[in-house]
Nanobody, 120 residues
C-alpha cells in the first residue's frame, strides 16, 4: 500500500513537500515515482528515483524546481516542489516499480492521490 500526503492549496512561487509511505513491501528494493493528473488531462510522469536513490529522472516541466528523494529507513519517498506554478495544479500520485525504467513508464503499483492546487 502506498499512502501519499502533503498536498494543499498554495500560491504561485510557494513550496510544498509531498510524502508517500509504503507498507507491506520491501520498499528499498523498488524504484519509486511521482505522477500527476490535471483536470481533463491524462496522468503524466513527474519524477522517479532508483531503489538506492542514486539515479533520478524528471519531466522537463519540473526540472530545477522539483526534487525527488527517499528515506528507505522510513519507507518514504518525497517530492519537494519549489517555485510552484498554477500549471502544477493536479492530483499527484506516487507509484512503485521493479526498476526506474518501469516506474517511469508502467508502474507496477499505484498509490492514491493527493491534491495540489496552486493559485496565481
Amino acid at each position: 500500500q502506498l499512502q501519499a500526503s502533503g498536498g494543499g492549496l498554495v500560491q504561485a512561487e510557494d513550496s510544498l513537500r509531498l510524502s508517500c509511505v509504503a507498507s507491506g513491501r520491501t520498499f528499498s528494493s523498488y524504484a519509486m515515482g511521482w505522477f500527476r493528473q490535471a483536470p481533463g488531462k491524462e496522468r503524466v510522469f513527474v519524477a522517479a528515483i532508483s531503489w538506492g536513490g542514486g539515479s533520478t529522472y524528471y519531466a522537463d516541466s519540473v526540472k530545477g524546481r522539483f526534487t525527488i528523494s527517499r528515506d528507505n529507513a522510513k519507507n518514504t519517498v518525497y517530492l519537494q516542489m519549489n517555485s510552484l506554478k498554477p500549471e502544477d495544479t493536479a492530483v499527484y500520485y506516487c507509484a512503485l516499480g521493479v526498476n526506474i525504467v518501469v516506474v517511469r513508464r508502467t508502474p507496477n503499483y499505484w498509490g492514491q492521490g493527493t491534491q495540489v492546487t496552486v493559485s496565481s
